[in-house]
């Protein structure tokens, strides 16, 4: 996989509310691409609960390389030992919240298997965006996640 390829672009306003876009030096993305391509989708999860500090910091150090698009589906409270375990009885419960920095973020009533599983399984993180191909914008849908990434241990 070529790293490049999820550089992100930075668009400035020339003149007449033109758009005048700068990349690494190698051409234009869609020069190389003939797209401007999404950043990659990051997952972030844990069995800490979401606000949790380990997976906060996690997702502080993700946003800050502002090379990724990042989501959070953990657990509304502390739930380790139990990382394994599924809801089967009972109704899972799911709420929106704020991790500063995600592009969504949501707190589960289940175990930290059950998290994951919503996750992957669901359409509740799927979504469009608008990309460049061969000068048009264009709509795509997004779904999955090009990588999980589950929380730092507390007390680590």
């Not at 709420?95 to 509740?124: E, N, Q």
């Not at 048009?136 to 929380?151: I, K, N, W, Y």
Request: glycine share 8%; aromatic share 4%; hydrophobic share 35%.
């Amino acid at each position: 996989m070529d790293p490049s390829r999820y550089h992100a672009p930075t668009v400035e306003a020339g003149a007449q509310g033109s758009a005048t876009q700068h990349t690494d030096g190698i051409g234009s993305e869609e020069d190389r691409m003939g797209t401007w391509p999404c950043k990659p989708r990051v997952l972030v999860t844990n069995d800490d609960g979401i606000h949790a500090p380990g997976l906060l910091q996690l997702v502080e150090a993700l946003v800050q390389t502002n090379a990724v698009q990042v989501f959070v589906c953990a657990p509304e409270r502390e739930a380790s030992a139990s990382s394994h375990g599924v809801c089967t009885a009972v109704k899972m419960r799911v709420a929106p919240t704020v991790v500063p920095g995600t592009r969504k973020a949501v707190k589960v009533w289940g175990r930290p298997a059950d998290t994951v599983m919503l996750a992957l399984t669901s359409p509740l993180f799927d979504e469009d965006e608008t990309v460049m191909r061969n000068g048009q914008a264009e709509t795509v849908s997004r779904s999955g996640f090009d990588l999980v990434v589950s929380g730092i241990n507390r007390g680590t």
